[in-house]
């Protein structure tokens, strides 16, 4: 059974970081992708960045890139997600989901029904 974890979200001052990870198991297979979305109250769920475990490409929406950075650990099967510069905007329950088999991370698998597995969210709450 494929499983998603997340963890660390919690409450910070605009202006701080944050660093979540996401743990998978459940699979060995190595052509995936992980995404991180978020979603704030009465708004659709954004995809943020995704990583494709086959070549490590990367794809950023604009409103995190600069500020956000996904990296993966492969051998642990764990995604993280560094989070510089927080804004209150970024306040929000924020997701990992997988989807395989895959080899791409773009724009073009950006929406909530390009994946296939998702973690429970942890919330990010980010104070002015």
């Known amino acids: 059974e494929v499983q998603l974890v997340e963890s660390g979200g919690g409450l910070v001052q605009a202006g701080g970081s944050l660093r979540l990870s996401c743990a998978a198991s459940?699979?060995?297979?190595?052509?995936?992708?992980i995404g991180w979305f978020r979603q704030a109250p009465g708004k659709v769920r954004e995809r943020v960045p995704c990583?494709?475990?086959?070549?490590?490409?990367?794809h950023y929406p604009d409103s995190v890139k600069g500020r956000f950075t996904i990296s993966s650990d492969n051998a642990k099967r764990t995604v993280h997600l560094q989070m510089n510069s927080l804004k209150v905007e970024d306040t929000a329950i924020y997701f990992c989901?997988?989807?395989?088999?895959?080899?791409?991370?773009?724009?073009?698998?950006?929406?909530?029904?390009?994946?296939?597995?998702w973690g429970q969210g942890t919330q990010v709450t980010v104070s002015s």
């Open positions: 459940g699979f060995t297979r190595a052509d995936y992708t």
């Open positions: 990583i494709a475990r086959k070549d490590g490409s990367t």
């Open positions: 989901a997988a989807v395989f088999p895959s080899q791409i991370c773009s724009g073009s698998n950006s929406q909530p029904w390009d994946y296939d597995y």
